[in-house]
């Protein structure tokens, strides 16, 4: 069965954020003192091109190091010397790990193109990114509905409660009809043959409790237009007709004025008429057999979920300085691109072996 298609946009992130960048540059803080005018580093947020939203994976890469995301965001050079070999799938995204996430996507798309066909679809503004999204976001809501069990590289997005817009997509949705629940499943592929650490265990549990919080929140109706309009800078266009490229993929949709606004409408009166999802796991496969190597229920923890994502917040919008790893988890240092070079494990790490 197939849940029709995906509509894949043309462009990288990276073109809208070099827009968002032109954009977010006047928000740097400006100071006055008796001396005259100095500037203050904007907020990671602004600073690192993301003032519209954060995507889910920045959370959890924080929670393996935020120092480590920090460098990767500012393009710091790695001092690559002296590193212990890296085990793929225990670090998030760093240059060594570049072979591996290429076969990790390559078997991702394997999969999609299972449950659908993708389509490229040309899109040439921001408000067509984000039509996009609901777009596909409405394809597997609807397949539901009308007997597909299965959806793939689902798009989520929303405010999990404190005004920040998170963005991700979900591997894969399963719908039960006969039962009315859904569940959850992340597929994560490792070149080890073994399930992860715990370090990297629990951030693929905060990813998919996130999702969830996400997707329940738009079933329970938690999101206004206004909000993501708003969060987006979206307004000026939320009442224009979309791309014809984005109206021609638009046709089985029951809709008569073809907008942003309108879209986003239906998309929340289509969630609400879904269900939470009931149940969660992380499928752990082998990226060079595509073997089995474990399947993981993960429970709900709200308070740590809550904890951690306005721990994580606190850093995008400059309340806190940047923190590297904790003494007890020193050993990611030893595997980390910027081991050498790292400020706060010259000074914390290196300061408590010597004591
Ligand atoms: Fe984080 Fe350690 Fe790498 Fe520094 S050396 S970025 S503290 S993992």
């Known amino acids: 069965e197939t849940s029709g298609l995906e509509l894949k946009n043309n462009k990288s992130n990276k073109d809208f954020q ?50 480590q995301l920090q460098y990767r965001m500012m393009g710091v050079e790695p001092g690559l010397t002296d590193m212990q070999e890296i085990e793929a799938g225990d670090v998030p995204l760093s240059v060594k790990d570049k072979e591996e996430v290429k076969k990790g ?28 999204n609901i777009l596909n976001l409405l394809v597997a809501m609807r397949g539901f509905f009308s007997g597909i069990a299965k959806a793939r590289e689902v798009p989520i997005f929303g405010d999990l409660g404190t005004g920040d817009m998170l963005f991700g997509i979900i591997d894969e949705l399963h719908f039960d009809e006969k039962t009315y629940s859904l569940h959850l499943l992340e597929l994560k592929t490792r ?39 708003k969060k987006l800078c979206l307004e000026d266009s939320a009442d224009l007709p979309l791309s014809d490229e984005i109206i021609k993929h638009m046709d089985q949709l029951p809709m008569s004025t073809v907008s942003l606004r309108n879209l986003f409408s239906l998309l929340l009166s289509t969630a609400q008429s879904l269900v939470c999802i009931g149940s969660m796991s992380i499928e752990y496969v082998h990226q060079d057999t595509h073997d089995l190597i474990g399947h993981v229920e993960v429970k709900e923890e709200e308070d740590w979920m809550w904890q951690t994502v306005l721990h994580s917040l606190e850093f995008w919008h400059g309340q806190r300085e940047c923190e590297g790893v904790e003494v007890e988890e020193a050993w990611k240092c030893g595997m980390c691109e910027y081991g050498n070079i790292c400020e706060w494990r010259r000074k914390k790490i290196s300061s408590h072996i010597q004591k």
């Open 18 to 67: 070099k827009s968002e960048q032109q954009v977010n540059g006047s928000s740097t803080k400006i100071l006055s003192t008796k001396r005259g005018v100095c500037k203050q580093a904007p907020p990671p947020l602004i600073q690192f091109c993301r003032s519209r939203y954060l995507c889910v994976t920045d959370i959890t890469q924080q929670l393996w190091c935020e120092q």
């Open 191 to 229: 070149k080890s043959t073994r399930l992860p650490g715990v370090a990297q265990a629990k951030q693929n549990a905060l990813q998919v409790q996130i999702y969830k919080r996400l997707w329940d929140n738009l079933v329970k109706g938690n999101m206004s237009a206004d909000f993501f309009l």
């Open 105 to 132: 996507k390559s078997l991702h798309y394997a999969r999609e193109l299972e449950t659908h066909d993708v389509v490229d679809v040309k899109i040439s503004s921001n408000t067509d990114k984000w039509a996009l």
